[in-house]
């Protein structure tokens, strides 16, 4: 059976690898010159299925409000005259009941545990290096309020599988000692069995090994148009890196493309509620071992995760409702510095920072539409929002067994 991946970040390459492992002649097609180039290039590290509570949760609401002036607020709404950002807004509103967060919780949980689950057999199976590294995931806060708010998620995660342990300052303290020079450390929660590692280089490398296994990639390919005909997928127009018209046919396809997934997919009559939620990261060099953090936290209250892949320290976060913009935001990046000097003086270089900005395909639920579409042979694995990385394997295994007729494994609300 032929299959056309479309999208080579660390969705689309998963979605891949495993589609190859069930015997399917698989193509990618990308825009970029190199998988992971966009949203997977410089995202924050984490594999965290205790990252599982969504934006939408009752507190919400009037935080955003509260925040529409703020430059450098972690979640900002810049309204636009744009009919699918207030849709948006519309549907974000509706999951904020307690009700709907408790549902949506629910099933990134269940799909986090099992992505996590098949990321490590993948590694152990391949011997993939992404200098990962496995020392769990604190949560940290520094506002009493944040702290106490976190109780219940974090208990409703216990209930499904998530061990994330409400622990005092002191304890995460002895976990990551870096933390002793946070003032007003609050309390933390800490999963022992998250982890971290380079998503950038984990689906270079997988690409690469999806390569030698017989997938193609046809990099350089920008998918223009999505055609179907009598209620199924016909095939795709592209143009290559020559501008030269390019007709590519299978006989399924999966939908990767992230962000830009609802354009494409209302060609052929399929309505994605995903809208992109620009995130930022910054990267820079350990300047003092012995102030820099070894395990990878994540500060709620500014909605900022710290990852450590080898010599450098990966900050990314916050979110940016802008449409399709990609500019850097100067204050934006420097907010990220200043909270990491605030929690970790001295740490970083920040000197010598790199800041990136990227797309998040972000869903109004948090949740991602992974399973069939109502085109007949069109499968979607999309709209992951923030957890790419986290739900990468989870939901790349799901839908490869989707496609091959077979059921997947995770209790999941699948689509279709």
Not at 33 to 58: K, R
Not at 223 to 233: I, R
């Amino acid at each position: 059976m032929k299959v056309i991946v479309l999208g080579a970040g660390v969705i689309g390459v998963t979605t891949a690898w495993y589609l190859n492992r069930l015997g399917c002649e698989v193509t990618v097609v990308d825009r970029q010159a190199a998988p992971a180039a966009e949203t997977s290039f410089a995202n924050g590290g984490q594999v965290s299925v205790s990252h599982a509570e969504p934006w939408a949760n009752p507190s919400a609401p009037l935080k955003a409000l509260r925040w529409l002036a703020q430059e450098d607020a972690p979640l900002l709404f810049r309204l636009r005259a744009d009919l699918r950002q207030w849709l948006w807004g519309l549907a974000f509103l509706r999951e904020c009941t307690p009700a709907r967060t408790r549902h949506n919780i629910e099933q990134i949980v269940r799909l986090g545990i099992y992505s996590r689950g098949e990321l490590q057999k993948l590694r152990a199976a391949t011997g993939l290096a992404y200098e990962h590294l496995e020392r769990g995931i604190l949560h940290v806060y520094t506002d009493p309020r944040e702290f106490e708010a976190a109780l219940e998620p974090a208990r409703q995660m216990r209930e499904l599988g998530c061990d994330r342990r409400v622990i005092s300052r002191e304890e995460a303290i002895r976990i990551e000692p870096a933390l002793a020079a946070a003032p007003g450390l609050a309390g933390a929660t800490y999963t022992a069995e998250d982890e971290s590692g380079d998503a950038h280089l984990f689906t270079v490398n997988l690409a690469r090994l999806c390569v030698q296994a017989g997938v193609t990639f046809l990099h350089n390919h920008q998918v223009t148009a999505l055609h179907s005909a009598a209620g199924a997928m016909d095939h795709v127009e592209a143009t290559d890196a020559e501008g030269r018209y390019v007709r590519l046919a299978a006989d399924r396809y999966v939908l990767a493309l992230g962000s830009w997934s609802p354009l494409l997919a209302a060609q052929v009559g399929v309505r994605l509620n995903i809208y992109p939620a620009k995130g930022y990261s910054v990267t820079m060099p350990v300047a003092d071992a012995a102030k820099a953090w070894q395990v990878s936290l994540t500060d709620d209250q500014y909605k900022l995760v710290f990852s450590r892949l080898g010599d450098r320290l990966r900050i990314a976060g916050t979110a940016e409702l802008n449409g399709y913009e990609r500019g850097l935001n100067r204050v934006r990046c420097e907010a990220i510095v200043r909270r990491v000097e605030a929690l970790f003086p001295g740490a970083g270089d920040a000197s010598r920072a790199e800041f990136w900005s990227g797309l998040r395909p972000a869903t109004p639920s948090n949740v991602p539409y992974i399973g069939r579409s109502r085109v007949e042979n069109l499968y979607l694995n999309t709209g992951h929002g923030t957890l790419g990385w986290t739900h990468a394997c989870g939901s790349g295994r799901a839908v490869a067994d989707i496609v091959c007729g077979k059921r997947p494994e995770v209790a999941f609300a699948f689509a279709g």
